[in-house]
């Protein structure tokens, strides 16, 4: 089955960085476009960033542009987000999510937390 397990995550200071990883598995991850999406409490989740079944085209939501880098390693089935410079408004629970269309599995999903 399908499976889309995220790490990395935790409590970081303002200006920090962080590494977010998300393992695949049950599926050929490299046909697959995959995106990062967050929720803050009391927020509806939002797109962070995307990268294409190769890695060719990514894109991200404009206010990560600059701070935010998706990437993904299809020998290792797994997406990345190396987050720098990371603000409080940042603070969110992190999901990675396969994209068919549309997202159709998402992982368990992980909390950073930036604060001082």
């Known amino acids: 089955q399908v499976q889309l397990v995220e790490s990395g995550g935790g409590l970081v200071q303002p200006g920090g960085s962080l590494r977010l990883s998300c393992a695949a598995s049950?599926?050929?991850?490299?046909?697959?476009?995959m995106r990062w999406y967050r929720q803050a409490p009391g927020q509806e989740r939002e797109l962070v960033a995307g990268?294409?079944?190769?890695?060719?085209?990514?894109m991200y939501a404009d206010s990560m542009k600059g701070r935010f880098t998706i990437s993904r390693d299809n020998t290792k089935n797994t997406v990345y987000l190396q987050m720098n410079n990371l603000k409080p408004e940042d603070t969110a629970v992190y999901y990675c999510?396969?994209?068919?269309?549309?997202?159709?599995?998402w992982g368990q999903g992980t909390q950073v937390t930036v604060s001082s």
């Open positions: 990268i294409s079944s190769l890695g060719g085209r990514t």
């Open positions: 049950g599926f050929t991850f490299s046909s697959y476009t």
């Open positions: 999510a396969r994209v068919s269309g549309n997202p159709d599995y």
